[in-house]
């Protein structure tokens, strides 16, 4: 399974019960699906953007960059990235595949 990270913003000042449901609800889709969830990590919370997004008929100008990382097959991956994109309290979501294969990733024992 390739080894992917979804780098996302999402709308500033998002209490810590939303952002968390947010983060449960992406994590189980991969697992519901068979992928294996790597990991969370906070980038910034209530950021300046370094300009003006607009999504959902509402301009932003200050966001939460997090990073999520996972393993699961092509399909999988693009199905995740949709269902942030179409989420009302993500602003921006970028998809980047890290490593074709576990191995391709992990340096072998020496």
Sequence with gaps: MPFYEILTISKAELSDVILGDLLKHTSRSVLDAGG?????????????????????????????????????????????????????????????RIAEKFQHYVRPKE
């Design 36 to 96: 294996v969830v790597r990991g969370f990590a906070p980038l910034g919370m209530n950021k300046t953007l370094p300009y003006r997004m607009h999504k959902n008929k509402e301009w932003h100008r200050t966001g939460s960059y997090w990073n999520f990382q996972f393993y699961a097959n092509p399909k999988l991956a693009s199905k995740v990235l949709d269902e942030l994109r179409t989420d009302h309290r993500v602003i921006r979501a970028n998809m980047i």
